[in-house]
């Protein structure tokens, strides 16, 4: 179980995270779909990003680290 403050930490790491996704799909989604080129790692780097802030935001609402 994690305390209190730790709560608190994970769970605003998971919302950075989560605002870090949204950042990278409202500044890099439209770009990538104007390239020509593959749009992989712009889709990686927001699934990627999105993963970890729901493993964080989850974690620290139920208060375990599972």
């Known amino acids: 179980m994690l305390d209190r403050s730790s709560r608190v930490a994970f769970v605003a790491i998971g919302m950075g995270f989560i605002a870090l996704s949204a950042f990278l799909a409202v500044r890099l989604g ?34 375990t680290v599972e």
């Open 30 to 63: 439209p770009a990538a779909a104007e390239s020509e080129g593959p749009v992989g790692g712009a889709a990686i780097a927001i699934v990627v990003s999105a993963g970890f802030g729901l493993f964080f935001l989850v974690s620290g609402i139920k208060g």
